[in-house]
């Protein structure tokens, strides 16, 4: 299994519209395939930095489920609303895989 770690960067003054944006991925990323493992929001300290985290059986399944959500309507429309309103600034994913115990 591996995790897709996204760092977000955003404008901490739109933190509302970001959250918005982490909501609507509830429905849509497992609807596409993807294992949802949260949405996270900087609580203290850092006030423009949040993390999303999704898990993948491989990395073919990330291109599979890539794949169904640049097809999927509530997934586009997602991705509108963000460009549209500009709070997210920036956006990098790592691909990690867990070191079992």
Same mark, same amino acid.
């Given at each position: 299994?591996?995790?897709?770690?996204?760092?977000?960067?955003?404008?901490?003054? +739109?933190?509302?519209?970001? =959250?918005?944006? &982490?909501?609507?991925? %509830? #429905?849509?990323?497992?609807?596409?395939?993807?294992?949802?493992?949260?949405?996270?929001?900087?609580?203290?300290?850092?006030?423009?930095?949040?993390?999303?985290?999704?898990?993948?059986?491989?990395?073919?399944?990330? +291109?599979?489920?890539?794949? =169904?959500?640049? &097809?999927?309507?509530? %997934? #586009?429309?997602?991705?509108?609303?963000?460009?549209?309103?500009?709070?997210?600034?920036?956006?990098?994913?790592?691909?990690?895989?867990?070191?079992?115990?």
């Amino acid at each position: 299994m591996i995790t897709c770690f996204i760092r977000y960067e955003i404008d901490p003054f +739109q933190r509302a519209a970001f =959250r918005e944006y &982490a909501e609507n991925w %509830g #429905r849509i990323i497992p609807r596409c395939g993807g294992n949802l493992l949260g949405y996270f929001l900087p609580h203290e300290g850092t006030n423009y930095v949040a993390w999303g985290l999704i898990g993948f059986d491989s990395l073919a399944s990330y +291109q599979s489920y890539r794949a =169904r959500l640049k &097809a999927d309507a509530e %997934g #586009r429309a997602n991705f509108e609303f963000a460009q549209q309103r500009r709070f997210i600034l920036r956006e990098e994913r790592t691909f990690l895989e867990r070191v079992d115990q």
